[in-house]
C-alpha cells in the first residue's frame, strides 16, 4: 500500500531548494510541483477507478505535515488542490471521466465558497463572478469554483453548486501581494459569462453534507466543510514544527548581545521552548482526534452527525490557535535578526500568521459552534 508520509519524506530536501523561487515570483516553483507529483502525493485522495489511491484523509494531512518541513507553500498547494480533488470526487461519472482520464494526479485550483453565481441555460450553466485565494492557480488544467444559484431571465431557479471546468475558460487575477505564504500563488479566479455542461457540477448541498445521490465511496461521502478544516491542519502543523526546529537549532548558538551568555542557558528561553513544544504536540493530537472521527464517520451512512461535525470544526480551530500561539511565542523570543526579510523566524513568523487566517478556521465562529453543540442549542446544516 502507499506510504503517504514516506514517500513525501523522499522530497523534503529537494523542496527546500524550491523556497526562494517560490518566494520571489509568488508562484509555487514548477519544480516543487514535479516532486509532487513525482513522489505519488497528488494522487493520495483521487479516485482508485482513474488509478488515485482514495485513502482516508489522515493519510493526506501526515503528507502534508512532512512536505511542510521542505516547502510551506508546496504543502498548502497540495493540500488545497488535493481537497478539490476529494469534492470532485462527488461529481456525475462523465465529469470525472474527463478530469482525471488522463491524470488521477491532476492539481485542482479554486475556490470552493459561493463567490459567484451561475444560472440555468440549456444543457448547463452560465457562471460569472470572482473567486479570490484561489492556491496553486498556475498550476493544473481543471479549476473548483462554488456558486450561488440565480433566477435566469426566464425566471427559473439554480440550486448553488460546486463546479469543476477546465481552466482554459478562465481569467486568472494576478492579486497576489501579501504578508506571508506569497509562495502559494492564490490569485483570483474570473469568469464572465461562461458556458459549462450539468457534468462539470454538483449541488453544493448535497455535496456538503456528503449525500449526493449514486456516491458510494466513503470518502467522498464524508462532510466537505469539516474534512476542509481537518485538511488544513496538515499544513499548519507542519510548519509550527519546522519553526519550533529553527528556533531550537539557532537558539543553540546564540548569545546575549550584551552579557555574551548563551541564550540555552536562559531559563526563560527553555519555557519558551517547552511550551511551543506542548502546543505543537496538542494541535496534532486535536488532528489526530479529527482523522478518528472522519473514519468513524465512513463506516455510517451521511450525513455525519452534527455534533460530530461541529467538534472536528472546533478541534481545527482550537489546533490552529495554539500553532499560532505556539509560533509567535517563538518569534518573539527570536531576537531582532528575525526582523529582516531573509531571516528564516521572519518568513515563519509570516507563512504562519497568513495561512491561520483561512475563513475554515475561523475562531469565533467555530467556538460559537461548539458551545452552541456543547450546551444542546439546535444547529442547522448550513452552519457546520
Known amino acids: 500500500m502507499f506510504n503517504a508520509a514516506e514517500n513525501a519524506g523522499t522530497i523534503v530536501e529537494a523542496l527546500k531548494q524550491t523556497e526562494a523561487e517560490s518566494e520571489a515570483t509568488r508562484v509555487l516553483s514548477a519544480k516543487a510541483v514535479t516532486l509532487l507529483h513525482q513522489s505519488g502525493v497528488t494522487r493520495i485522495i483521487s479516485p ?22 521542505g516547502s510551506t507553500a508546496a504543502s498548502w498547494v497540495l493540500m488545497v488542490c488535493a481537497a478539490h480533488t476529494f469534492i470532485a470526487g462527488r461529481l456525475p461519472r462523465r465529469g470525472q471521466d474527463e478530469i482525471f482520464g488522463t491524470d488521477p494526479g491532476m492539481l485542482i485550483p479554486g475556490v ?12 448547463g450553466y452560465v457562471l460569472n463572478g470572482r473567486w479570490p485565494y484561489a492556491s496553486g492557480a498556475d498550476h493544473g488544467d481543471w479549476v473548483l469554483i462554488g456558486c450561488r444559484g440565480v433566477r435566469n431571465e ?56 456528503g449525500t ?8 467522498y461521502r464524508l462532510p466537505i466543510r469539516p474534512s476542509l478544516a481537518t485538511m488544513l491542519l496538515g499544513t499548519i502543523v507542519g510548519m509550527a514544527e519546522r519553526g519550533l526546529q529553527i528556533f531550537i537549532e539557532q537558539t543553540r548558538t546564540r548569545r546575549d ?3 555574551g551568555s548563551m ?23 486535536l488532528t489526530q482526534q479529527n482523522c478518528d472521527l472522519l473514519e468513524q464517520a465512513m463506516r455510517h451512512d451521511p450525513p455525519m452527525p452534527i455534533a460530530a461535525r461541529a467538534q472536528v470544526r472546533w478541534n481545527a480551530a482550537y489546533a490552529t490557535h495554539l500553532c499560532r500561539q505556539a509560533s509567535n511565542r517563538l518569534f518573539e523570543g527570536a531576537g531582532a535578526g ?10 515563519f513568523f509570516r507563512d504562519m ?16 459552534l461548539q458551545g452552541k453543540s456543547l450546551l444542546g442549542i439546535e444547529l442547522n446544516d448550513a452552519m457546520v
Request: charged fraction near 20%; glycine fraction near 8%; hydrophobic fraction near 40%.
Open 338 to 347: 528575525a526582523a529582516h526579510d531573509s531571516h528564516a523566524m521572519q518568513v
Open 257 to 259: 548581545v550584551y552579557t
Open 263 to 285: 541564550k540555552v542557558d536562559s531559563p526563560g528561553m527553555q519555557r519558551r521552548v517547552a511550551e511551543a513544544s506542548a502546543e505543537i504536540a496538542c494541535a496534532w493530537a
Open 212 to 219: 449526493v445521490p449514486g456516491v458510494d465511496i466513503p470518502l
Open 48 to 69: 482508485a477507478a482513474y488509478g488515485g489511491y482514495q485513502l482516508p484523509v489522515r493519510a493526506l494531512v501526515e503528507a502534508e505535515r512532512v512536505i511542510a518541513h
Open 112 to 123: 470552493p465558497s459561493p463567490r459567484g453565481t451561475c444560472q440555468r441555460t440549456k444543457g
Open 154 to 209: 426566464a425566471g427559473e431557479s439554480c440550486p448553488s453548486l460546486i463546479v469543476v471546468m477546465p481552466k482554459a475558460d478562465v481569467v486568472i487575477d494576478d492579486t497576489w501581494f501579501t504578508l506571508g505564504m506569497r509562495g502559494t500563488g492564490s490569485k483570483d479566479l474570473v469568469l464572465d459569462n461562461v458556458s459549462i455542461p450539468e457534468h462539470y457540477a454538483v449541488t453544493m448541498g448535497e455535496a456538503q453534507l
Open 353 to 368: 500568521n497568513t495561512a491561520t487566517h483561512h475563513a475554515m478556521l475561523d475562531f469565533d465562529a467555530n467556538v460559537e
